[in-house]
């Protein structure tokens, strides 16, 4: 069984927030330096989105991926760099509106949970694939910030960008997946909100890590 409840004992903590807030980085480093596994969700509708079929919740259910080193792997074939474009985000967050395709990955991802904990990030890990877990944080930052580092990631990886096509399709993306019926992009009621703006990537995981020592005191 691969229920929220299946290894009620094994900590998680959930990072979600809009696109670009940073919470990528976040959730490797602190699942680096708690030697935890790490769920990178988005990946997963990534892949699907990737994959352009057209039977898209049959794509998820049937996902042949592993997760290798930092590296994605589809069916035999290295794919990191290929899911990681714009074009392939905007598509994610289409077919992630569709509630079947949803449902197709939950099992997928609660399989991750395995000891000693699992940090795991994405739009819905507090809501609904980890309820449970003992930490959930929502990552934000200001639009602004957002479109300027992811505008920096590209060029630093030789892709060509326009910071302001960037902002516009950011944009775009957050409204929708925050519109959506199924799963939408939106803190739970007892996610701490942290807004990264003006911290750095070191700032943001030492504050998930001592929030998680306190929560793991219970001291908050
Ligand atoms: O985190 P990311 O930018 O790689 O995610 C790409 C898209 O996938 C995002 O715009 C919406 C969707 N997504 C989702 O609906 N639920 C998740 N848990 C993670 C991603």
Known sequence: MTGPDSHPRV????????????????????????DFHYLESGAL??????????????????????????????????VTDHIRTEAVGNRASEVAKIPQLRGALLARQRAFRRPPGLVADGRD????????????????????????????????????????????????????????AVAPLRPAGDAVVLDSSALTVDEVVDKVLMLFRKRNAGLA
């Open 45 to 78: 509708y990534r892949l699907v989105a990737y994959l352009g079929g057209s039977d898209p919740v049959r794509d998820a259910a049937g996902l042949d991926v592993a997760f290798r080193d930092g590296s994605i792997i589809l069916s035999g074939q290295d």
């Open 125 to 180: 890990m507090g809501t609904v694939v980890f309820p449970d877990a003992v930490l959930k944080v929502f990552l934000t930052a200001s639009a602004e910030v957002r479109a300027t580092r992811r505008h920096k990631q590209l060029i630093d990886k030789g892709i060509h960008a326009n910071l302001a096509a960037l902002s516009r399709d950011l944009a775009e993306r957050d409204a929708r997946d925050a519109a959506r």
């Open 11 to 34: 900590p998680v903590i959930a990072i979600d927030g809009p696109t670009a807030s940073g919470k990528g980085t976040v959730a490797s480093r602190a699942a680096a330096a708690l």
